[in-house]
C-alpha cells in the first residue's frame, strides 16, 4: 500500500507537468489547426532561462514569471516568423515546420547554456512529507497546486473573458469569427503565446525534480502530444485527464514492471487507445467534412 | 495514349543515365577517405529516403518512425550473423521478410489514423521499437551495442574494400529506384497518387484504399531494413541510439527539403542535408572552436525557410525549369497541370 501510494502521487506529479503541456497543446492545435512539435522547447526554455535568473541573483519568485513572460514573448515570435508565413499549408509542411523550429530552438539553448545539466532550486524548501505513508516531496504538492489553480483561471479565461470567447470562436469557425471582426491572425500568436507560458511553467516546475539540460525538451513535449491525444485533441479536461493518466501509467509501469520499458508500454497503451478510439479516450466520436 | 503517359510521367531514363554516369565517375574524383564515407552512408540513407517519399510523396501519408524499421533490419543482419553464424545475405533477406511482416500488421491499424496523429502513432512505434533494443540485452547488447558484424563478401568479391562496397551500395540504390519508377508507373502508383489527392475521391470508385497504403508502407519499411543492414555490415557495430526518433525526424526532413512529388527529389534532399549537416559541423567545429551539435542552430533554421519559402522542396527549381523549356512545344490539349490540394486531414 505504501509503495501503491509512493507510485500514485509520483504518477500524478509528473502527471501534471504533462497536463500543462498537454493544455499548451491543445490551446495551439484547436485555434490554429498546428501541431506544435517545439512545445517541449518552450520549457526547455522556461527552466533554463529561470536558473539563468537564479544564477544571476534573483528571487526564485521573480524569476519564474519572468522566465514565462521571456517564453511567451519566444512563442509569440516563433507563430509571427515561422507560423504565420504557411497559413493553410498541409500537415506535413507544418510537422517539419515546427520540428525546424525545435531543433532551432534546442540549438540556440545549446549555444546559450551549454551541455552541462543546471539544477534550479525548489520554490519551498524542500521537506518530504508523509501522506499515508508515502514520502512526498514538497515540490510535488506545490506543482498540483499550482495545476489546479492554472485550470481554474484558463476555464475562467476561456469561459468569461472576451478574448477567451473570440478565442474559441476563431477555433470554431475562423471564417465567421473574422466576419465577427475577430482579428484571427492575432488569435494565431495569442495562442501560440499562451501556449509557451505555459510549456515554460511546466518546464520550471519540473527543473527542481530533474535537472534542466538543453535537450530535455523534445521527449515531455511529445508527452504533452499524448496526454493531448488521450484527452481527444480538443478539450482542456481531456488533456488535463490524459496528462494525469500518462503520469500514473509511466509511474506503475516503472514501478511494477520494469524502468527499462516505462517507455514502451507508455507508447504501446497510445497505439492501443489510437487503435480502439482514435478519437480519444474521453470524447464522443464525430465525423469528418468532405 | 501515349500523349498521356508521357505529361504523367516525366522521361526518367535521361535523369537515370546521368546518375548513372555521376555515380560510376565519382571515385575517381574523390579521394579523401572522410568523403568517401560520407558517399557510401548517402547511398544507404537514399535507400530510406527513397521509400518514404512514395509513402509521403505518392500515397501522402506521414511517418516519424522510419527508423525503427532501420534498427530492425541491422540488428536482424547483426544478431542473425554474430549471435547464430547465419550467412549475411540470408539474414539481410530474413530481416527484409520480418520488417515486411511487422510494417504490415502494424500498418492495417496504424495507416487508419491521418495527419498529425498518425505522425504521433509512428513515433510510438520507434519510441517501442527503440526502448525494445535498448532493453533485451541478451540478444542486442542493451545499450553499449554490438559489435563484430562481418563485412559482406559477394561471389568472391571483397566489399570490405570500400570502393566495392560503394559500387555495391549505389547498385542498390540504381535498382531500388528502378523498382519504385516501376511502381510508381504501375496501376498500384496511380491508386497511390489519388490518395494523396482525395482519399474519399478514390474510395468512391470503389478501390480499397487502406490496402495500398497499408502496401506502401511495408514497402518503405522493407527499404529502411535492407539499408539497415547494409549499415551494419559497413559499420560493424551498432547501438540503439542510432535508431531513435531524431534520425527519423532527419530522414523527414531530408525528404521534404528535397521535394516530396519525386523520386529525385527524396535524393536531391539526403545528399543536401547530409553535406549541409557535414559542412556547418566542419566549419564550427574547426574555424569556429565551438563544441557538441551546434550545428543544430543553422538546421533547423534551413528546414524552416525552407518550407516556407520552398514548400515543394528543392526539385521544384529543377521542375520550374524544365515547365520554362518546355512552354514552347506541348500543345497536346491535355493540360494536367499538378493540383495543390490544401486542407486535406
Known sequence: ??????????????????????????????????????????????????????????????????????????????????????????????????????????????????????????????????????????QSLWIFLILAIHLVALYWFFDKTFLGSALRASERNAHAATLMGINVKNMSAIAFSIAAALGALAGAMIAPLTDATYDMGFFIGIKGFVAMVFGGMHSIQGAVAGGLLLGMIEAFSGGYVSTYYTDAIAFGFLLFVLFIRPQGLFTKAEGTHV | MKNASKVLYPGRWKGLVIFIVLIALLPIVVTTQYVFTLLILLGIYSIITIGLSLLIGYAGQISIGHAAFYGIGAYMSAVLTTKFNMSAWLAIILGMMTTFLIAYFVGVRVLKLKGHILA??????????????????????GALGLGGIPKLNFLGIDLGNQVNFYYFVWIIVTLVIIFSG??????????????????????????????????IFAISATYASLAGSLYAHYIQFISPSTFNVPFSILLLVMVMVGGVHSIWGAMIGTVAITFLNEGIRYIS???????????????????????????????????RFQKRNKEHESDSGLDLKPVDVKGGA
Open chain 2, 120 to 141: 504521433l502513432a509512428t513515433i510510438a512505434i520507434n519510441i517501442i521499437v527503440y526502448t525494445i533494443l535498448n532493453g533485451w540485452t541478451e540478444m542486442t547488447g
Open chain 2, 285 to 319: 567545429h574547426n574555424y569556429l572552436h565551438v563544441s557538441g551539435e551546434v550545428e543544430i542552430i543553422v538546421y533547423g533554421f534551413v528546414i524552416v525557410v525552407m518550407m516556407i519559402f520552398m514548400p515543394n522542396g528543392i526539385v521544384s527549381l529543377f521542375d
Open chain 1, 1 to 138: 500500500m505504501d509503495l501503491f501510494m509512493q507510485y500514485l502521487i509520483t504518477g500524478l506529479t509528473i502527471g501534471s507537468v504533462y497536463a500543462l503541456l498537454a493544455v499548451g497543446f491543445v490551446t495551439i492545435y484547436n485555434v490554429t489547426g498546428v501541431l506544435n512539435l517545439a512545445q517541449g522547447e518552450f520549457a526547455m526554455l522556461g527552466a533554463l532561462i529561470s536558473v539563468t535568473f537564479v544564477q544571476a541573483g534573483l528571487s526564485i519568485y521573480i524569476s519564474i514569471p519572468l522566465a514565462i513572460v521571456c517564453t511567451a514573448l519566444i512563442g509569440f515570435l516563433v507563430e509571427r516568423l515561422a507560423i504565420n508565413p504557411v497559413k493553410g499549408a498541409k500537415p506535413g509542411i507544418l510537422i517539419v515546420i515546427t520540428l525546424g523550429v525545435s531543433i532551432f530552438l534546442k540549438g540556440v539553448a545549446l549555444l546559450i547554456w551549454g551541455t552541462a545539466p543546471k539544477s534550479l532550486p525548489p520554490l519551498f524548501e524542500n521537506k518530504p512529507v508523509q501522506i499515508l505513508g508515502a514520502v512526498v516531496n514538497t
Open chain 2, 182 to 215: 516501376n511502381l510508381i508507373r504501375s496501376n498500384v502508383g496511380r491508386i497511390l497518387r489519388s490518395i494523396h489527392d482525395s482519399e474519399t475521391g478514390i474510395e468512391a470508385l470503389g478501390i480499397q484504399v487502406s490496402k495500398y497504403k497499408v502496401l
